[in-house]
């Protein structure tokens, strides 16, 4: 891939999400443009993708009048059509199609043991991974409880991909 034009329409940013890196208006206008692209993400840094047929992953630096356009687009200023044209500054190998990574599975028949005693509860002095677990359970349940409820919206989020600028108020 040389370059790559990328065409905002209004229906975009109609139908775009606000601080969603999966759902803004660049996203779906890459996702549009090239149907077959997968996990579109776009921030202020970059904009990244992975193409299936090729085995690559794409990342591209943003470019200043897209950057400005995500920035008054999350601030909810009302945002003109526009486009930019996108280089791929560093494109890498997907998982799938090089070297798998981490460690070798070990097979069953290598997992053998023979003898010896179960070790006690505590043996280690520290607490049983069990406790640990329902530890971080009851406090995952207490964060849940603390937080707003999120408007109803056809779109699944995760707390992982929302863009944040910080406390500094950023204009376009």
């Not at 791929?88 to 069953?108: C, E, F, N, V, W």
């Not at 406790?131 to 937080?147: F, G, H, L, M, V």
């Amino acid at each position: 891939m040389a370059d790559m034009k990328v065409t905002v329409t209004p229906e975009l940013v109609e139908r775009a999400v606000q601080r969603d890196s999966r759902h803004c208006m660049i996203a779906e206008a890459i996702k549009e443009q090239n149907p077959h692209f997968e996990r579109i993400l776009v921030d202020l840094q970059t904009i990244r993708w992975t193409n299936p047929r090729t085995g690559k992953r794409h990342i591209c630096l943003t470019p200043e009048v897209a950057g400005a356009a995500l920035v008054a687009f999350d601030q909810g200023s009302t945002i003109d059509p526009f486009a930019f044209r996108l280089r791929a500054t560093q494109i890498t190998p997907t998982r799938a199609s090089g070297k798998p990574r981490g460690r070798k599975k070990l097979d069953d028949r290598q997992l053998t043991i023979t003898g010896g005693q179960p070790l006690r509860a505590g043996h280690l002095g520290g607490t049983s991974d069990v406790q640990k677990a329902n530890d971080i359970a009851r406090r995952e349940s207490k964060r849940e409880q603390t937080e707003p409820a999120a408007e109803a919206s056809n779109v699944v989020r995760s707390s992982g991909r929302y863009r944040q600028y910080g406390r500094r108020l950023l204009q376009a």
